[in-house]
């Protein structure tokens, strides 16, 4: 049966739960509608922006009602970047939404009973904590501007500062921004394919290393004064990188990096190693959080002096090469070549010589690994949001691994891939441990400890 919201009409409704990205979710007219800004137990007048014929998205007008866990968002554009969801609610309410929203995929989605999901670990600052920013460039008005993005756009918001972000990324965002005015250059445009410069990464590491990435559609020309100013205003700048990317979407780094400045990697400290990190490398983006996930992911493994481990989606091997280190051998599964290139380099610069690593897609590698007769006694999977593709699923359960540990940043699909390995495996699973790498937003990243006899 149709229901009767429409698009503008506004209602008043009382919040329950919570959607994936923190939204308040309120039920009108027997579907679910989302709500930014709404939390658990209000009650809220909003106006619906959106319908579907089970859902809809609406837009918060007035609080009626209010919950003792609100709080003033520190951010004066909070309420219109995407880059934060639940800055509102209080940060021991934030730990509880995420852990709640762990356990409701486990048991909704994964089927699971009697599971217990562990209490978020906290990350030790609310604020300040990211080591990589990405910000996108736009026109407004005819004049270039850069800065972070509204929720479910790619219009600019403008700011001085992101109080998630490392001071120094806004620093860099201000030097570039200005030279490329200068320089008359204009923000790319998906929809015609015109227009130079895409997007602005800046990362940091805990060694005090700086890495800025301009991407753009075109080689950058003329990039002498800027590197310049780069060098004056940041005194731990060591790598300026341009990435060209000629795809007709943007966030997307090419296959091309172009060093205008210093080396094509910044170094990075886990646990006692040191790993070179590239433009195109993924890495955790909270430095501490990520010590303590890995150290539990490694604890988990329980690991001895027998063990051949696969570590699938291994990105530049920081999990392969601690895992390494209790290991009889490890075997890294990357698709992306130049993280790969880093594993390798990695290894060889903290002395691992039992560590390799193949460049392919999890869902290709380990089903050929698993059909040679390759021994793996225990598995580690750290995932993209997506998930395991089904091929790697079918190819760890043929495997006999007695262990698992599956690290994931999106719930919903770590309750589908343990449902399968518990229902098709025969695995259990033994714990369940979240982790805040994410303040002020409703992501969460999650440790699972799955094994069977």
Request: hydrophobic share 40%; charged share 25%; net charge neutral.
């Amino acid at each position: 049966m149709q229901h009767s919201l429409y698009v503008n009409k506004q209602i008043e409704l009382t919040i329950d739960s919570y959607g994936s990205e923190g939204q308040g979710v309120g039920r009108a007219d027997g579907i679910a509608v989302f709500i930014h800004g709404a939390i658990a137990g209000e009650t809220v007048l909003a106006k619906v922006e959106k319908t579907a014929p089970n859902y809809a998205v609406a837009r918060l007008d007035r609080v009626i009602k209010s919950s003792p866990v609100r709080r003033d968002p520190v951010c004066p554009v909070f309420s219109k970047c995407g880059g934060c969801d639940i800055q509102h609610i209080d940060y021991k309410s934030q730990l509880e939404l995420k852990r709640s929203r762990v356990q409701d995929a486990l048991e909704r989605i994964g089927g699971f009973r009697g599971v217990t999901t562990e209490p978020c670990a906290p990350a030790e600052s609310e604020f300040r904590y990211r080591n990589k920013a990405v910000f996108g460039f736009g026109m407004h008005k005819g004049v270039l501007v850069c800065g972070c993005y509204e929720r479910n756009s790619h219009s600019i918001v403008a700011a001085e500062d992101c109080l998630l972000q490392d001071e120094r990324a806004f620093c860099a965002l201000k030097i570039v921004l200005d030279w490329a005015r200068d320089a008359r250059l204009s923000a790319y445009d998906e929809s015609s394919g015109r227009g130079v410069l895409k997007n602005l990464i800046v990362r940091t590491t805990s060694p005090d290393e700086t890495m800025i990435v301009i991407v753009s559609s075109v080689p950058l020309k003329g990039t002498d004064a800027l590197i310049e100013r780069l060098g004056k205003n940041i005194n731990t700048l060591r790598s300026v990188v341009n990435n060209v990317s000629r795809s007709r979407h943007s966030g997307i780094l090419g296959r091309r990096d172009i060093v205008l400045y210093g080396k094509k990697t910044v170094r990075e400290r886990l646990l006692g190693s040191d790993f070179e990190v590239s433009a195109q490398s993924f890495l955790q983006v909270n430095h501490s959080q990520t010590e303590k996930l890995y150290k539990t992911a490694v604890d988990l493994l329980d690991l001895n002096a027998a063990d051949d481990v696969a570590d699938l989606y291994c990105g530049i091997g920081t999990l392969s090469l601690l895992i390494a280190k209790h290991a009889k051998s490890v075997i890294g599964i990357e698709y992306v070549q130049s993280a790969v290139d880093d594993a390798i380099n990695n290894a060889v610069s903290n002395g691992v010589n039992n560590a390799e690593f193949l460049c392919g897609g999890a869902e290709e590698v380990l089903p050929k690994l698993v059909s040679s007769g390759r021994r793996i006694s225990k598995l580690l999977i750290d995932p993209p949001r997506q998930g395991v593709q089904r091929s790697a699923l079918d190819a760890i359960i043929h495997s006999g691994v007695s262990r698992i540990v599956y690290v994931s940043c999106n719930p919903a699909t770590l309750a589908r891939d343990c449902k399968i390995l518990a229902n098709e495996g025969g695995y259990m699973i033994e714990c369940v441990k979240p982790f805040d790498m994410f303040p002020q937003t409703g992501h969460v990243e999650t440790v699972v400890l799955l094994s069977r006899n």
